[in-house]
């Protein structure tokens, strides 16, 4: 197993940013090119790692999804459509059910903001959580 690479680079500080030149062979090596987003990670154990930020987008999908549902009414005799009013009411026990499948029904590009505004829309317990934790929690990144 290859030992990995040391770099050495020294900061440069113009007014409150810091620059971090990095050398031109690690560059090459990585394929990394001048306005690449990189990725500052603290290891917690005194180092830290770059990584080239991956482009990507996110896609909103909506879907619906079905189920056949059974109801079960007595009703008086010549008046089988009191049953509908019944289920029509939500006032019938259910019988039975049988999952039918979801089906997409649109797709879209969404921007970072359209994220957190529809998570905040759709699940108003999470409006106080930061940021970064609500995109944690509802969206299906490319790693999973």
Known sequence: MNAPKTYTTHTIQEGDDVILPLPEEMLEELGWKEGDTLEWKDNNDGSFSLSKKKDTQYVLVETVMSYRMR?????PAGKALWALDTVAC?????????YLGEH??????VSRDEVIGLCNEDNDYAVAWDDEKKFEVFTTKISD
């Open 90 to 98: 939500e006032e019938a026990k259910e019988f039975s059910q049988q």
């Open 71 to 75: 109801y079960m009414v007595e009703v």
């Open 104 to 109: 997409i029904t649109s797709h879209r590009i």
